[in-house]
């Protein structure tokens, strides 16, 4: 799969003027991202400095402390890449004891770490980047492609739907480009530059604007400096939210840095490459590719997080695999007829014709017929040509079990106490079949609203 970034220009578009913010005693600490795009602020462009005469606090930047680095151990890669020296505070320390808490907090990250987390530093490297950045997406999302919060932002680095356009990131009915592994990294170092580039090299600014708005950092700044005051991390008036992410941040890199000195032992977590891309030749549905490739499909959908629905994106090129089924996907899929993929048909409008009617003809789904023919309502001319999608889960993996007739397509808001299994239970469906109509994480909980769409026999 390919959805390259837009080659765009950051300043262009994020409308700062870096000549505003000449900070003084720059930190080098990150700020927190959940809430990332949601103000897309312009800050003043000039300011009038005052003379700051408080001593500055120290500066976090270190040079690596030498140890003898296990080449097999991702954690060792990515605290050798460190560059930032902690500040010992109470925000640092309250933000410390909170991970320590959480009983299976590591666990669980080490886990999908062990599926993204050597591609994010290996591209952090290539950059030239502090390797703390690699944390961030723990603080975001706690590693978790699949995240969606209240505001909409998605994905591992918890990106909004208006950075994500404003960064170039593809988003359709069929692929969310924030959700995707390689393209939301890419937007998110991008942006995490810029914002250092712009606030005069300061991380811990920058990543305070990476959550807060870089016209809300901004506007700190210049409040701070027209009275005279420091004008650094700790001493600007943010928002509560930001002003905990920045510790929460610096808080795991003390805890990955010196795992000893808090007792913490971190799971083993393998320094190679969880997944190389393979293309695809085409559209393929997800439940086909895995069989192909003999990976569950729960694997599959979370090294490929960016398709939304049973199938690849009908642009898509590439799907990512485990390294060791690359070769056996490669020479299944050169076997596979055309019959066996996602294909289109194309169908011309009849008198009398229906959405209705020719979904239940083609065992699709109106809904389905709206988004792949970008029609609003229910009118369709006749004469006009629709593309209809064709593939077993295009038309409901059950019709190969009843027939077109008995297949009815059943869209369900999910209630409060309600789970896969009890869902599947009561729509006699399967478990399976409910996660590939839906592309859901089956790790994952489902939530109160959330719409499912089922397959279900009618009668």
Not at 135 to 154: G, K, W, Y
Not at 346 to 362: C, E, M, N, P
């Amino acid at each position: 799969m390919s959805f390259p970034i837009k080659n765009i220009k950051l300043y262009s578009i994020f409308v700062v003027v870096s000549s505003f913010l000449s900070v003084s005693g720059c930190q080098l600490v990150p700020a927190d991202s959940e809430t990332v795009g949601a103000r897309q602020e312009t800050a003043p462009s000039k300011v009038q400095r005052t003379a700051v005469t408080e001593p500055p606090p120290p500066l976090l930047r270190r040079a690596p402390v030498p140890e003898q680095v296990d080449p097999n151990d991702l954690w060792a890669r990515l605290r050798g890449g460190m560059q930032w020296e902690i500040p010992d505070n109470r925000q640092v320390r309250d933000a410390r004891a909170y991970y320590l808490a959480q009983d299976r907090y590591f666990e669980a990250v080490t886990e999908r770490g062990a599926l993204y987390l050597h591609y994010i530093v290996e591209e952090i490297e290539r950059r030239n980047m502090p390797m703390e950045l690699a944390l961030l997406p723990l603080v975001e999302s706690t590693l978790n492609p699949f995240a969606l919060s209240s505001q909409q932002a998605m994905g591992l680095w918890q990106i909004m739907p208006a950075t994500g356009r404003t960064l170039g990131l593809s988003s359709d009915w069929w692929y969310d480009g924030r959700r995707d592994l390689r393209e939301s990294t890419a937007a998110a170092l991008d942006y995490l530059q810029y914002l250092h580039d712009s606030l005069e090299g300061d991380w811990l600014l920058a990543i305070a604007a990476y959550n807060g708005g870089v016209g809300r950092v901004g506007r700190a700044v210049l409040g701070n400096s027209a009275r005279g005051r420091r004008t650094d991390f700790w001493s600007l008036p943010l928002p509560a939210e930001t002003r905990k992410y920045v510790p929460r941040l610096l808080a795991l890199s003390s805890l990955v840095g010196e795992p000893d000195a808090w007792e913490l032992a971190l799971p083993p977590l393998a320094n190679a490459p969880a997944f190389v891309p393979v293309p695809t030749g085409g559209q393929i549905e997800l439940a086909r590719a895995a069989e192909l490739a003999e990976v569950d499909l729960p694997v599959l959908q979370a090294l490929n997080p960016g398709h939304l629905r049973w199938a690849t994106s009908p642009g898509a090129t590439e799907l990512l695999l485990p390294p060791e089924r690359a070769d056996l996907f490669r020479q299944r899929l050169a076997t596979l007829s055309p019959e066996q993929r996602v294909s289109w048909q194309h169908y011309r409008v009849k008198r009398g014709d229906t959405l209705s009617r020719i979904a239940q003809t083609f065992d699709s789904r109106v809904d389905l017929l709206r988004k792949a023919n970008k029609i609003q309502g229910s009118l369709i001319r006749e004469g006009s040509t629709l593309l209809i999608p064709q593939g077993a889960y295009a038309r409901g993996a059950l019709a190969q079990r009843g027939g077109p007739a008995q297949i009815e397509t059943r869209d369900y808001k999910v209630r409060r106490g309600d789970s896969l299994y009890r869902i599947a239970r009561r729509f006699k469906v399967k478990v399976t079949d409910l996660i590939a109509w839906n592309a859901l994480n089956p790790q994952a909980t489902i939530y109160p609203g959330q719409q499912l769409t089922m397959y279900v026999r009618g009668g």
